[in-house]
Nanobody, 125 residues
Framework: QVQLVESGGGLVQAGGSLRLSCAASGRTFERYSMGWFRQAPGKEREFVARISRNGGVTYYRESVKGRFTISRDNAKNTVHLQMNSLKPEDTAVYFC??????????????????WGQGTQVTVSS
């Protein structure tokens, strides 16, 4: 069992930056690849980024490449999402999630086993 708690969301102007964090409980954090998803009002939850168990492989959705960076610290059981050059269309609730598989382009919500409660990111124009 893995419990995930996100933090770092907030209100920011377009062009600004935010850094999201996700703290994981338990001693098996390094056994999970971690992902970030987001869900805007009235829309389905969508994949944002994924990082492999040791942090060596990352994947991003096309619209955030070059602006967002996913990273992890296995010693601290945390995963981060650094978001730069934010746009109003990035506004959503952001969720972190854990998947027991390692390297692979897993981008569907059904492929993740554990989820956090989400943190709101609002980007004003």
């Amino acid at each position: 069992q893995v419990q995930l708690v996100e933090s770092g969301g907030g209100l920011v102007q377009a062009g600004g930056s935010l850094r999201l964090s996700c703290a994981a409980s338990g001693r098996t954090f390094e056994r999970y690849s971690m992902g970030w998803f987001r869900q805007a009002p009235g829309k389905e939850r969508e994949f944002v980024a994924r990082i492999s168990r040791n942090g060596g492989v990352t994947y991003y959705r096309e619209s955030v490449k070059g602006r967002f960076t996913i990273s992890r610290d296995n010693a601290k059981n945390t995963v981060h999402l650094q978001m730069n050059s934010l746009k109003p269309e990035d506004t959503a609730v952001y969720f972190c999630a854990a998947d027991g598989r390692d390297v692979g382009r897993y981008m569907l919500t059904i492929q993740y086993d554990y989820w956090g409660q989400g943190t709101q990111v609002t980007v004003s124009s």
